[in-house]
């Protein structure tokens, strides 16, 4: 069970979009329609922000959008705000009840 | 709204087991709708899920884990418990509890974390 493959960092101006990608294999992403990403702020508890690839959570912003094709899923961020600046985590059912996170990308906004 | 809240040692020394509790707090934990995970990040390391339950017992641990991870559930008390045996410096970070929506298959609450430094 590897982590999922996130880039490390991205980085966008205020009202740009941004795509974030979360690379796994055929046993979890690929295998499954169930990606969640998760947002958080230093000091804070990681906080939903799609499930099941791209569902959003009541009370998430419709700015937040997720998608997903073969291995790869992607979150993207638009008209990006200082807010957004955060890490994001893809996390992946991978089978057994068993679930593994990608390593975390930081988003800047500059 | 529930909450969760992790309570336990910040300090470990090696070698010893590490043992923290998740409390469940404006909700009950015997609910068919949820499992209840603990999942940690390392110092600038990335997050790692190590294993959930569910209220009627059933585990299901992380296999880099597995042979070091203990987790419980107190359904009297609305409380499961992470143990983890053995460790090293290797172990040391906060450690979150988190509930796993099993219609959204997500976790959606999630506690604020507790830092675990394993030094001797």
């Known amino acids: 069970q590897s982590a999922l493959t996130q880039p490390a960092s991205v980085s966008g101006s205020p009202g740009q979009s941004i795509t974030i990608s979360c690379t796994g294999t055929?046993?979890?992403?690929?295998?499954?329609?169930?990606v969640s990403w998760y947002q958080r702020h230093p000091g804070k508890a990681p906080k939903l922000m799609i499930h099941?690839?791209?569902k959003r959570p009541s009370g998430v912003s419709n700015r937040f959008s997720g998608s997903q094709s073969g291995n790869t899923a992607s979150l993207t961020i638009s008209g990006l705000q200082a807010e957004d600046e955060a890490d994001y985590y893809c996390?992946?059912?991978?089978?057994?009840?068993?679930?593994?996170f990608g390593g975390g990308t930081k988003l800047t906004v500059l | 709204q529930m909450q969760l809240q992790e309570s336990g040692p910040g300090l470990v020394k090696p070698s010893e087991t590490l043992s923290l509790t998740c409390t469940v707090s404006?909700?009950?934990?015997?609910?068919?709708?949820?499992?209840w995970g603990w999942i940690r990040q390392p110092p600038g390391k990335g997050l790692k899920w190590i294993g959930s339950?569910?209220?009627?017992?059933?585990?299901y641990y992380n296999p880099s884990l597995q042979s070091r991870v203990t987790i419980s559930v107190d359904t009297s008390k609305d409380q499961f418990s992470l143990k983890l045996s053995s460790v090293t410096a290797a172990d040391t970070a906060v450690y979150y509890c988190?509930?796993?929506?099993?219609?959204?298959?997500?976790?959606?609450?999630w506690g604020h974390g507790t830092m675990v430094t394993v030094s001797s």
């Open positions: 996390c992946s059912y991978a089978g057994s009840s068993t679930w593994v």
């Open positions: 339950i569910y209220y009627s017992g059933s585990t």
């Open positions: 099941e690839a791209n």
């Open positions: 404006g909700g009950s934990i015997s609910s068919s709708s949820y499992f």
């Open positions: 055929s046993s979890d992403v690929g295998n499954y329609n169930l």
């Open positions: 988190a509930r796993l929506q099993t219609a959204g298959e997500a976790f959606d609450i």
